[in-house]
């Protein structure tokens, strides 16, 4: 078995999400918020700039990575990027040798707008990719092919990238496990630091949902999504890769640690700060946790009338936050730090659920080593259930 590397650093650096919003076409099987354009408008970057002004926290909080999600961020201009940074660099304080990642659709760059943006100060990549079979790119609806996702990873490599993920969607109907190990090779052939693995998730109200509900195709079964699942970790796990997350593995080469895990990401699933800006974006201040509008209009009205553009807060109570950090601990390699939960939260999980917990280390759905509690591989299928029953 590949060696746990120790947990992550405790510290209050936190991290900075950039939602941009826009799309060239929407994916058939895509619920998130997005809006088709062939760039961000003028209005949408005039709108970061103030959220950054307004919702920096007064500069206090420390951040070590920036993210560029979308919808497409790679449709900015690497100028417009770079102001953006230039923006957070002065409302807080960024560390200078800060993880940044662009998230990019490889049918909307080339060669040259890949090295601006590395000029710009991006350094990661991750490609959304999702297939390198053209039947499985057309069942999705993706702007792409096959080949130009191939230029955009060789592209990325010629500007200077040193970290290039991908991101794949497995679990298609009728997948099988040759046509998904088949992306899997491909994305290994290319050198892939990264590789971020989806299954398919039909949501209603997507044209894949309607769809489904009119018959036409079906989901695959859960025991086959299981499997695909228990094949996608041994494979890559084979490969030298670190299964740090239910969905993420990270290449490790020998010296290198952790290195290619994703510290922007990581954050999300250790409880770390984190401030989100754009339309959807969410927020987590510990334990404060605040979201805006899945709506360009209502983001921009909130922000020119000066005023903070949150939709929603919450403050998590003490419940919450137990489970929270079990539900987090238990999707990653990292676990859960029973000791923290007892010291800062007051929850005795081992105490509490006793016979409980001997009954999943028993069916080899956990471990516990010391005072963490980590998920095997098919702990990770249920982490979410498991967690309820250990919260
Ligand atoms: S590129 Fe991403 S965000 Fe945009 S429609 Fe496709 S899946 Fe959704």
Redesign the pocket.
Known sequence: MRTIPPPPPAGPAGGLYVHVPF?V???R??D?Y?IEAPHPPAAFLEGLGAEIDLVSEGGRLFCDSVYFG???PSLLSPGAAARILDRLRRALPLDPGAEITLEV?PGTVDGRKLASFRAAGVNRLNL?VQSFRPEKLGFL???HGPQEAVRAFKEARNAGFAQVGVDLIYGLPGESRETWRADLEAALALGADHLSCYLLSIEPGTPLGRERAAGRIRAIAEEEAAELFLFTAEHLSARGFLHYEISNFARLAPGEGGACVSRHNRKYWTGAPYLGFGPAAHSYLPPRRFWNPPDLGRWLAALSSGTGPAAGVETLDRGQQVLEAVFLGLRTLWGVDLGDLRGRLGYDLVRRHAARLERYLESGLLRLEGERLFPTTRGMLVADRLAVELA
């Open positions: 799309c076409r929407k994916c099987y895509c998130f997005s979308g919808g497409t659709n959304g609806g993706r702007i």
